[in-house]
């Protein structure tokens, strides 16, 4: 909704304008403020999460409510947390397709050694840091103004661009020498759909102009919010079905599992809840002098500070009961 482009802005023609726009709204509403909520549901649907992930569930999220209030009151504390996200922000996306990109492998039984996974790894790394030195140093990639919000710019030393980005050139050869020697070696081909998720976010962190503003209206909603719900909701599913024993009947039938009561229960927290805090709360707060789009987007800022760092707690793929449901 409020990412959306503005139809009547020169350079994108009509037709193409109107249907990012449709694509846009339809994305952030379904997929892109529901994925979100989806966090909450993973550490609250049990006892034993909430109890497990007690910072997380129960202090964490303070700290996100005192940085909204901080950022209502003080508009260069929203301009810093809103520059913070717009870099973390890209981070997290490829932290996500590398996770991703593994469950796709290891199902595949496309197992990488300790030290191929880490070659892998630091591949991702070192793209997210080459994208993030970008912003933080030339002015043309970090805009002064991101939906109402005015952001800061520190202007760094461009050596830190080329620095990131010789350590990306000598981290995809060593990635690329992975998958060939395991080619050669092992017999076996990447797969496919692992391919799929790094050449988009690859797409996505290098895409400029046109085809930038296209591919952010797909990345967010399209690429990593339907993602994380497609796991988050099967891990949902999965994890009701072991405490019911049940796992692998589950799992065998989990498209199907995707429509079921349990299922729809699901989407309709996580839709309603995220509509209710991007488009209720702004809503509300337009009573008291506040801009609709710059309180949504303050507000994505503060709560997806807690969603980046609780993902990095809860999604492991070495913690043996996740493996095992991810997995299953």
């Known amino acids: 909704h409020w990412d959306a482009p503005d139809p009547k802005a020169g350079g994108i023609p009509g037709s193409m304008a109107y249907l990012l726009l449709f694509l846009s709204t339809f994305g952030s509403y379904l997929f892109a403020d529901s994925h979100t909520i ?19 569930a129960y202090y964490l ?60 790894r630091w ?13 933080l140093c030339y002015r043309e990639l970090s805009p002064d103004d991101l939906y109402g919000v005015k952001l800061p710019f520190y202007g760094l030393p461009y050596q830190l661009v080329s620095v990131t980005k010789i ?35 690859l797409g996505i962190g290098l895409s400029t102009g046109m085809a930038n503003s296209v591919i952010w209206v797909y990345g967010p909603p399209f690429f990593h919010g339907s993602q994380y719900l497609a796991v988050s909701l099967a891990f949902y599913l999965k994890e009701k079905g072991l405490e019911e024993g049940r796992l692998n009947e589950v ?55 807690h969603h980046f760092v609780t993902d990095g707690a809860i999604w492991r793929l070495r913690d043996p009961k996740c493996r095992e449901i991810l997995l299953a």
Do not use: D
């Open 123 to 135: 591949f991702m790394h070192s793209f997210s840091a080459y994208v993030i030195s970008r912003i």
């Open 251 to 305: 799992s065998q039938h989990l498209l199907s599992q995707f429509v079921s009561p349990a299922a729809m229960k699901y989407w309709g927290i996580v839709i309603m809840a995220g509509i209710f805090v991007y488009v209720g709360v702004p809503s509300l707060l337009q009573n008291y002098g506040f801009g609709f789009v710059w309180t949504a987007t303050v507000i994505q800022a503060c709560i997806n500070f």
């Open 38 to 56: 989806a966090t909450y549901v993973r550490i609250y649907s049990t006892e034993e999460n909430r109890q497990r992930f007690k910072l997380y």
């Open 61 to 120: 999220p303070w700290v996100s409510g005192l940085m909204f209030a901080l950022c209502l009151i003080y508009p260069k504390a929203a301009g810093f947390c809103v520059y913070l996200h717009l870099m973390w922000v890209f981070q997290h996306y490829v932290g996500q397709t590398f996770g991703i990109s593994l469950i796709y492998c290891y199902k595949r039984g496309y197992f990488f050694k300790p030290w191929e996974r880490e070659t892998y």
């Open 167 to 201: 350590t990306l050139i000598v981290m995809t050869l060593a990635f690329v020498t992975v998958v060939v020697r395991k080619f050669i070696v092992e017999k076996k081909l990447i797969p496919l759909p692992t391919l799929c998720l790094i050449f988009s976010i």
